[in-house]
């Protein structure tokens, strides 16, 4: 069907658009009417993200899903089950006996048939652009539905607190057991680094191994000096053996710089000068002369002998000062290994107290840990704040008349055209030139004018007779 002949049709069968119309108008007021009417209250909540104890932001509340969540638990029996207790609806003789009398004698449990009851008409509407949450509940009593909204809102701030301290009270006895373990971890740690540093002696490593250190280096810079001096002296023995073999002991450096040696030599001169001054005036014979000569020949064997003596006592300072660098090396070698054994203690006296700082670390983190859970598993203040509490209302939810009206009206119409259109193919009528061209397929050769009516013709022969 086109839609001009849908036009003609509803033109010609609008009697039956209109009845059908009227007819459902009219039966969705009756009904409407009868309908009882219940009353909405609703409570609002607002959902903090924010951690009631720490006061940071959670992440898992930052997330869209956490509202989903909250929904779900609101919406829950357990929650329900919640209402029901605070409602004393088990304890309720009216309630009892509907409840038996709906289950065939009191079959199942009687919280959970009426906290089922109480989420059938419970509307839970979160805002899209906030977190606050709507609870609304519908009942025949304005006061009762007002009640069950502020009781459920209550009982989900109850179920959240619940949800969140039971777990903290859990993890809080695990933590408890494994502070108690990482203490005697602790304490062993330190027993280990105490009884080291007892059986070494050690009161601080650094400060021991910074003396020792500085002992190594004033012994080995001992230890190079004397290597020196020994050197030398090996060297000046050796000159002062050659000396002596081939007669120039008296030339030797050392010789030439002793005192003794010195003054015998002075001596010498003196005699010597005297004696050939007294030569000139005495004879050779003179007792005078010949004292002088004794003299200056005791002298001179006394200096040799000294010069001798200067040259061999080089062989003695050689031994000592070898001797001296012997014992030199030998206290640097100690000095090394007990800068090596220190070392090697200190090392050991680090690894002992790494053990402690990382037991230690580990005790404090779950000490921390410990005292979060703790407070946690305490809290009696949930995330969640009544906002608005629902109080009873004056006008009726539903049955919500005139938006029924309207939607039967948009109804009525649309069953009143299906009906006309109904009618029309059932009998179909030629009403337009168009529709017996559609039927007979020949070409239309004349049109005749409609037939007046009755009223009509009447009128037409009125104006003819005046």
């Known amino acids: 069907m086109t839609l001009a002949q849908l036009l003609v049709t509803l033109r010609v069968r609008w009697w039956v658009a209109v009845l059908v119309l009227a007819t459902t108008v009219l039966t969705t007021l009756v009904v409407s009417v009868q309908l009882p009417k219940r009353y909405t209250s609703v409570a609002q909540v607002i959902?903090?993200?924010?951690?009631?104890?720490?006061?940071?932001?959670?992440?898992?509340?930052a997330g869209s899903s956490y509202m989903a969540t909250q929904i779900d638990i609101i919406n829950s029996r357990k929650v329900a089950l919640r209402v029901v207790d605070r409602l004393r609806l088990?304890?309720?003789?009216?309630?009892?006996?509907?409840?038996?009398?709906?289950?065939?004698?009191g079959q199942g449990s009687i919280r959970h048939y009426y906290a089922d009851l109480l989420l059938k008409y419970l509307e839970v509407k979160p805002s899209r652009e906030s977190t606050v949450v709507s609870i609304g509940y519908s009942s025949g009593d304005p006061n009762f539905a007002a009640t069950v909204a502020n009781e459920f809102a209550q009982a989900y701030i109850d179920t959240n607190i619940e949800l969140r301290?039971?777990?903290?009270?859990?993890?809080?006895?695990?933590?408890?057991?494994?502070?108690?373990?990482?203490?005697?971890s602790l304490d062993r740690a330190q027993g280990r680094l105490s009884d080291y540093q007892r059986s070494k002696g050690i009161v601080s490593a650094e400060e021991r191994l910074d003396v020792e250190t500085l002992k190594l280096q004033e012994l080995s810079s001992q230890a190079t000096q004397l290597a020196a001096v020994a050197v030398e002296s090996a060297k000046r023995r050796s000159l002062a053996k050659q000396a002596l073999a081939l007669g120039g002991a008296a030339e030797?450096?050392?010789?030439?710089?002793?005192?003794?040696?010195?003054?015998?030599?002075?001596?010498q001169a003196r005699m010597e000068g005297k004696l050939k001054e007294q030569g000139a005036i005495l004879g050779a014979n003179h007792p005078e002369i010949l004292k002088l000569r004794q003299e200056l020949e005791s002298n001179r064997a006394r200096l040799a002998r000294e010069i001798e003596t200067v040259a061999n006592s080089l062989d003695k300072t050689a031994m000592v000062n070898t001797q001296r660098e012997a014992e030199a090396r030998a206290a640097l070698e100690r000095q090394r290994a007990r800068v090596l054994q220190i070392?090697?203690?200190?090392?050991?006296?680090?690894?002992?107290?790494?053990?402690?700082?990382?037991?230690?670390?580990a005790y404090d983190?779950?000490?921390?840990?410990?005292?979060?859970?703790?407070?946690?598993?305490?809290?009696?203040?949930?995330?969640?704040?009544?906002?608005?509490?629902?109080?009873?209302?004056?006008?009726?939810?539903?049955?919500r008349i005139v938006l029924n009206v309207a939607i039967s009206a948009?109804?009525?119409?649309?069953?009143?055209?299906?009906?006309?259109?109904?009618?029309?193919?059932?009998?179909?009528?030629?009403?337009?030139?168009?529709?017996?061209?559609?039927?007979?397929?020949?070409?239309?050769?004349?049109?005749?004018?409609?037939?007046?009516?009755?009223?009509?013709?009447?009128?037409?022969?009125?104006?003819v007779a005046s």
């Open 165 to 184: 301290v039971e777990p903290a009270r859990q993890s809080a006895s695990w933590f408890d057991e494994q502070t108690r373990q990482l203490r005697e």
């Open 47 to 61: 959902v903090d993200i924010k951690d009631p104890i720490g006061g940071g932001v959670l992440a898992a509340q």
């Open 343 to 361: 070392k090697q203690a200190r090392e050991e006296l680090t690894v002992l107290q790494r053990d402690v700082e990382n037991a230690q670390r």
């Open 410 to 463: 948009f109804l009525g119409l649309l069953l009143g055209v299906a009906a006309a259109v109904a009618l029309e193919l059932a009998n179909r009528r030629v009403r337009r030139p168009e529709d017996l061209l559609e039927v007979i397929r020949a070409p239309l050769l004349a049109e005749i004018g409609a037939v007046p009516t009755r009223m009509q013709r009447r009128q037409a022969w009125s104006k």
């Open 90 to 105: 088990a304890e309720n003789t009216t309630a009892v006996e509907q409840w038996r009398s709906s289950t065939d004698g």
């Open 252 to 267: 030797l450096p050392d010789v030439v710089a002793n005192p003794l040696v010195a003054q015998l030599k002075a001596d």
């Open 365 to 399: 983190a779950v000490t921390q840990r410990l005292t979060q859970t703790n407070l946690e598993s305490q809290a009696v203040q949930a995330n969640i704040l009544l906002l608005n509490r629902a109080e009873p209302s004056i006008e009726p939810s539903s049955p």
